[in-house]
């Protein structure tokens, strides 16, 4: 699979911005979709994920609350909404693909980026304050 990640900008602080994902490739059986983001200089974190195919999504404290994660089945295709920008915010987004279902021991890593094997290239999302 093949992951497109498009939608970035520059917004100033309190703005909103909608990231898209656009999967190439049989992606219905993979389990789960997740944005990640890395500001620079730092590490790549994850931001929400959610199960392809049905399930409650799951944010970063950091971005719940103000960020939505949802998916547009026909389309394949994964959305952020990202509300009330901050400038702590700014960062390239990825997202990235995960084929299995992992352990019951793992589900609480799902927001670590070792998790996913399949990521598309980044998006430069700027909020300026």
């Known amino acids: 699979v093949q992951l497109q990640a498009s939608g970035g900008g520059l917004v100033q602080a309190g703005g909103s911005l909608r990231l898209s994902c656009i999967a190439s490739g049989f992606t219905s059986d993979y389990y789960a979709v997740a944005w990640f983001r890395q500001a620079p200089g730092q590490e790549r974190e994850g931001v929400s994920w959610l199960r392809r195919r049905a399930g409650v999504p799951f944010y970063a404290d950091s971005v719940k609350d103000r960020f939505t994660i949802s998916r547009d089945v026909a389309k394949n295709t994964v959305y952020l909404q990202m509300n009330n920008l901050e400038a702590e915010d700014t960062a390239v987004y990825y997202c990235?693909?995960?084929?299995?279902?992992?352990?019951?021991?793992?589900?609480?890593?799902?927001?670590?980026?070792?998790?996913?094997?399949?990521w598309g290239q980044g998006t430069q999302v700027t909020v300026s304050s």
């Open positions: 990235a693909d995960r084929l299995n279902r992992p352990i019951l021991s793992e589900m609480h890593k799902m927001l670590d980026e070792p998790m996913y094997s399949y």
